[in-house]
């Protein structure tokens, strides 16, 4: 009976063994389409992170260089822009402010006519605040304040959708 046992328990190794490496095969494929997975999400999410950030600055640069053709790129016309605006010399606030898609193109149109745009060391500051696969977020400093953008991808494309921004905060009493 012990030989038979043995017979049978060598009969059932290979079969084991089998069962065994073809666990292992599973986990080694799941592990290996893991990482192609990951690889592809991560390559997609730098691409995206890369298109959100120019995005954000084709805005600030538009507005700069009194480009229409950037903010045409980045910002969709239906685009819904409101701020908070205050003279530098004041403590105080006007009333909230909204800018139409029109007056975008107008500003820009402006600022290159004038042939005066912001000096080299203008801020220009752009802080991704949240991307996913269809929506971001992003905040921007710029020579007229804080602007925090909202963006879609439409068609591949990351576009800014909506704005709200503020003038610097006024400096403390006793600050330089």
Request: hydrophobic share 40%.
């Amino acid at each position: 009976m012990n030989h038979r046992g043995a017979d049978r328990m060598s009969h059932s190794e290979p079969a084991r063994v089998n069962r065994w490496c073809l666990s292992i095969a599973r986990v080694a494929a799941a592990m290996v389409g893991l990482v192609v997975l990951t690889r592809g999400a991560a390559a997609q999410s730098t691409e995206d992170r890369n298109a959100v950030r120019q995005a954000a600055l084709d805005y600030i640069e538009g507005f700069y260089e009194g480009d229409t053709v950037k903010l045409v790129r980045s910002i969709r016309p239906e685009v819904f822009k409101l701020g908070f605006w205050r003279h530098n010399d004041s403590t105080r606030y006007g009333a909230s402010e909204q800018m139409p898609w029109s007056e975008f193109l107008a500003y820009a149109k402006r600022v290159k006519a004038s042939n005066r745009p912001p000096p080299p060391n203008a801020p220009k500051d752009v802080v991704l605040l949240d991307v996913l696969d269809q929506t971001a977020n992003a905040k921007v400093t710029a020579w007229w304040g804080t602007d925090y953008l909202l963006l879609g991808k439409f068609g591949g494309r990351w576009m800014i959708t909506h704005v709200l921004w503020q003038s610097p905060p006024p400096r403390a009493k006793g600050s330089s």
